[in-house]
């Protein structure tokens, strides 16, 4: 009957360690995906310690990577009060306090461990997974999500966990993360702990202010990107610039400057601007704009495909060289 199932590999070091949280090995879980996608015919035999082993008999899963998602979630819910030490207090907090009682003093004593404790579990990567040898493919960590040290399973976990822990409500926190970005956990735990409240009303108010903000923070940046533009690029006074003529089409100067200082000396990066370029001549008129366009194509063109001239007779040949 030994060969109706597969062990996965266990590495030395690894002996006697649960795959999903690291704590000491208790009895092996079989597997078997449900739905089974792959028809996959034997069940996976995997090292559990008896918490895990107990979560993962509870679960019905498709794939490897969500039983783990799904053990991890169970360990997160059944330690959420020791993983709350850790936001509510520092070591050293916790070390300086005057707890009085012997209660508390045990407390005092043991909490940390325990934090450390529950941390290490839930954040406990495992070992890739292989059998006999031959890595397992499809396994990912990509959706995991990290804030202030512990992996949560994915986004919308970490908002569930993280909402609880800080006593904010789900449905505003989410709302927070998606208009300032998942990057920001930090500042948008900050900007619902000193929201003035949580009834209707008040989140409602807070999330118009967060979007005014917000707003402001880009108009802001592309302010920054306008200064920062006029820094970095060089400028070019429209008087050292020469107008020519080239098969009967002015090249305006104020075309060429505008080319030079976005260092635009070719057909391709006219091209990629084009609509920048538009932008700025159509305020004029969009038949100046054109006619600019023209030129400007025109005289790119006769610098690519004439070398020579470009090197020798542009009259502009010397500003062209300042990129
Ligand atoms: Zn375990």
């Given amino acids: ?35 089974n996608y792959e028809h996959q015919e034997h069940p996976l035999m995997l090292p559990c310690c008896q918490e895990c082993l107990s979560s993962c008999k509870s679960i019905k899963v498709s794939s490897l990577d969500l039983l783990r998602d799904r053990v991890k979630e169970q360990l997160h819910k059944r330690y959420a009060k020791h993983l709350q030490i850790g936001v509510n207090w520092t070591k050293e907090e916790l070390e300086d306090c005057e707890f009085e009682g012997k209660a508390l003093e045990g407390f005092r004593e043991s909490a940390w461990a325990m934090f450390e404790i529950a941390k290490e579990r839930v954040n406990y990567q495992g070992w890739p997974i292989s059998i006999d040898g031959i890595p397992v493919a499809g396994i990912t960590n990509v959706f995991q999500f990290e804030f202030d040290g512990i992996f949560y399973t994915g986004l919308n976990h970490a908002v569930q966990q993280l909402a609880l822990k800080y006593g904010i409500p789900q449905p505003y926190l989410e709302q927070v993360v998606e208009l ?20 209707d009303a008040q989140i409602k108010a807070s999330l118009e202010s967060l979007k005014a ?15 920062k533009g006029a820094v970095l690029s060089r400028s070019f006074a429209i008087k050292e610039i020469k107008e020519l003529i080239l098969y009967r089409t002015q090249i305006s100067s104020y075309a060429i400057q505008w080319a ?49 001239w470009a090197e020798q007779e542009d009259p502009n040949r010397e500003l062209f060289e300042r990129f």
């Fill in 1 to 35: 009957m030994t060969d109706h199932y597969q062990s996965i590999d266990v590495p030395f070091n690894y002996r006697h360690t649960c795959w999903f949280c690291g704590e000491p090995y208790f009895e092996s879980f079989g597997f078997m995906p449900s739905p």
């Fill in 180 to 199: 300032v970005g998942r990057s920001k956990m930090a500042y948008a735990l900050r900007f619902c702990k000193t929201s003035y409240g949580y009834s």
């Fill in 213 to 227: 903000l917000l707003a402001e923070e880009v108009a802001n940046d592309s302010v920054a990107a306008v200064n």
């Fill in 260 to 308: 030079l200082e976005r260092e635009i000396d070719t057909l391709q990066k006219l091209a990629d601007q084009e609509d920048a370029f538009f932008e700025h001549f159509s305020q004029d008129s969009e038949v100046v704009a054109f006619t600019y366009f023209n030129g400007l194509q025109i005289y790119l063109e006769k610098r690519e495909t004439d070398p020579q």
